[in-house]
């Protein structure tokens, strides 16, 4: 049975892509989930698995190379798939050490001891051992030609502390490669939308604020740019990657979904009005007045595009998951689970919410 190791698998894209694997192998294979539990990190996303006799967590900080070390002794990992990252970028603004610790530090320590249980003496590497890093299309930049999209061969041109984190984990990962030949791939994606997304980022900050008749805060003019993925199309290409990709190369996930910030926040509340029942408490909250244009973020990229072409071509992989419809799909998610919304927000949230938002 093929063992997985996956890091951060409690945040938003690593617990989608637990419950895609095991809906896809079930029992075929088991999965060790390693996760910190930082504010990010949320038990509750996986409870419909966590009894599963082929599903384990081990609360562990990816930065804490001995209690990575005895993960690697006591199991024999197959897969790596390596998402525990902090992967906020108006955080990064604010405090950008955390980032550089978890998102560089901690790949590192992550490939080191991957390399150390799976190297032969004569440096060459055990067979079927694979280790896939996570990385994100901002580590190319931001897109001033609209005819032009992020390439594999696009140069890194970070600008946030979140971004330039996260190229240097993937200059890392590279590293590896190069260096020691390990059998590792990067991926590149794009925004991620959908289940279990935590509400600092802008759809279900969105969906949240306009339910409890909140501003919704709309940064600059509105009309910076971002190329949405499902991401259970995004687990799903992350699975692919592994099975038929080319060890060592990069491959980009991204849906060619490009939209204006202001025209997901329209599309929020419309679809918000579409799905509440008329007779629903909450509806009365909902509506473009809530809409307020507030101070930019610091060196706001104006705009990310993907071009999928090498992983469909290679790979065959292509977005199944139209906006329209996974749009509809989230929202109904959030409304079906106000428990989920209430327990994340409770506590230190509003604490952030206010923090971050009490100047702009
Ligand atoms: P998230 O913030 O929702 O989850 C991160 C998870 O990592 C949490 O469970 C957290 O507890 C865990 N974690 C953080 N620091 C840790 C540490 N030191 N040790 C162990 N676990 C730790 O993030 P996400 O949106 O699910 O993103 C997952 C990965 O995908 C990240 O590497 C991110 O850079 C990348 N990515 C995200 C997007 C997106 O749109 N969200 C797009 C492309 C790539
Ligand atoms: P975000 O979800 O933080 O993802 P990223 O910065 O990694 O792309 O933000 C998506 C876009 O939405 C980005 O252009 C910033 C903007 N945004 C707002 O306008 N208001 C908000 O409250 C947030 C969180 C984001």
């Not at 980032?99 to 590497?125: H, P, Y």
């Not at 390990?182 to 289940?195: D, E, K, Q, V």
């Not at 990069?250 to 679809?271: A, C, D, F, P, R």
């Not at 008329?278 to 706001?300: F, M, S």
């Given at each position: 049975m093929r063992t997985y190791l996956v890091t951060g698998g409690a945040g938003f894209i690593g617990s989608n892509y637990i419950h895609y694997m095991f809906k896809k192998y079930g029992d075929e294979i088991r999965i060790?989930?390693?996760?910190?539990?930082?504010?990010?990190?949320?038990?509750?996303?996986?409870?419909?698995?966590?009894n599963r006799d082929n599903y384990t967590f081990i609360k562990a900080d990816i930065t804490d190379r001995a209690a990575i070390e005895k993960i690697f002794a006591e199991n024999d990992i197959d897969r790596v798939v390596h998402f525990a990252a902090e992967s906020h970028v108006d955080?990064?603004?604010?405090?950008?050490?955390?980032?550089?610790?978890?998102?560089?530090?901690?790949?590192?320590?992550?490939?080191?001891?991957?390399?150390?249980?799976?190297?032969?003496?004569?440096?060459?590497?055990?067979?079927?051992?694979?280790?896939?890093?996570?990385?994100?299309?901002?580590?190319?930049?931001?897109?001033?030609?609209?005819e032009d999209y992020f390439y594999e061969t696009t140069p890194y041109?970070?600008?946030?502390?979140?971004?330039?984190?996260?190229?240097?984990?993937?200059?890392?990962?590279?590293?590896?490669?190069?260096?020691?030949?390990?059998?590792?791939?990067?991926?590149?994606?794009?925004?991620?939308?959908?289940?279990y997304q935590f509400p600092e980022k802008l759809i279900p900050l969105m969906i949240n604020n306009a339910l409890n008749g909140r501003k919704l805060p709309v940064y600059g003019d509105g009309k910076n740019v971002r190329d949405w993925?499902?991401?259970?199309?995004?687990?799903?290409?992350?699975?692919?990657?592994?099975?038929?990709?080319?060890?060592?190369?990069?491959?980009?996930?991204?849906?060619?979904?490009?939209?204006?910030?202001?025209?997901?926040?329209?599309?929020?509340?419309?679809?918000?009005?579409?799905?509440?029942?008329?007779?629903?408490?909450?509806?009365?909250?909902?509506?473009?007045?809530?809409?307020?244009?507030?101070?930019?973020?610091?060196?706001?990229?104006?705009?990310y595009a993907i071009a999928p072409d090498k992983i469909r071509a290679e790979i065959g992989w292509e977005p199944e998951t139209m906006f329209a419809e996974g749009i509809k799909k989230t929202i109904k998610w959030y409304l079906e689970n106000e428990e989920w919304m209430k327990n994340v927000t409770s506590g230190d949230y509003m604490k952030y919410y206010e923090e971050m938002y009490k100047d702009r």
């Open positions: 060790i989930n390693v996760d910190a539990l930082t504010y990010a990190g949320n038990p509750a996303n996986l409870k419909d698995i966590e955080r990064s603004i604010e405090d950008p050490e955390i980032f550089v610790r978890t998102n560089v530090l901690g790949t590192q320590i992550m490939l080191n001891c991957a390399k150390k249980a799976w190297e032969n003496e004569d440096g060459s590497f055990k067979e079927g051992k694979k280790f896939l890093h996570v990385s994100t299309d901002e580590v190319y930049g931001s897109l001033s030609d609209p041109d970070p600008h946030s502390p979140y971004s330039a984190s996260k190229a240097s984990s993937d200059f890392i990962v590279k590293a590896y490669m190069d260096t020691y030949k390990f059998p590792a791939n990067i991926t590149n994606c794009s925004n991620n939308y959908g289940p993925l499902y991401v259970e199309d995004h687990a799903k290409g992350i699975d692919l990657v592994q099975e038929k990709g080319r060890l060592f190369e990069t491959y980009n996930i991204g849906g060619h979904n490009e939209k204006q910030n202001i025209e997901i926040v329209n599309l929020v509340i419309e679809t918000l009005l579409e799905l509440l029942p008329e007779d629903d408490e909450r509806r009365k909250n909902v509506g473009k007045h809530l809409i307020t244009y507030v101070t930019d973020r610091k060196g706001h990229d104006r705009r």
